[in-house]
């Protein structure tokens, strides 16, 4: 049944909406936690579902066709968190600016980003996803 389920995962499409959730689900808990106090707690909640909604869709399903998963894994997480915790910074600047700690705001968008890249892949290789 495992297999089955892992096997679902191969389609992007059916990947979407998993990996969003899980996503935003480690994601949101940093923001909430680690933005300055100029955000009211809906803003932080906000920010942590829309941020991941706008680049998500990107990283899952337009950068990897531009890729060889099995030969070129590497530079496809270059371009696709780049385009992740960079163009989050982006979005939540013009969205929210001016900010009064702009650098302390940055930093928590980024470092949120990268606790949900980094567990993502801690997941896809415990479920052995690199050997599929």
């Known amino acids: ?3 089955d389920f892992l096997a679902l995962l191969q389609n992007p499409w059916l990947f979407l909406p998993i990996g969003y959730l899980l996503s935003i689900s480690i994601e949101t808990p940093i923001l909430c936690v680690g933005l300055s106090p100029e955000h009211p707690l809906s803003r932080r909640i906000f920010a942590g579902v829309w941020l991941t909604a706008c680049t998500y869709p990107l990283v899952v399903l337009v950068v990897p066709a531009w890729f060889d998963m ?31 700690q702009t650098w302390r705001d940055l930093a928590v968008v980024f470092s949120a980003n990268l606790a949900s890249f980094g567990l993502g892949e801690l997941l896809y290789y415990v479920l052995g996803l690199y050997d599929a």
Not at 73 to 95: K, P, S, T
């Open 1 to 3: 049944m495992m297999r």
């Open 70 to 100: 099995r030969t070129e894994r590497v530079v496809y997480l270059l371009v696709a968190e780049g385009i992740a915790h960079f163009g989050e910074c982006a979005l939540f600047w013009a969205a929210f600016a001016p900010l009064k």
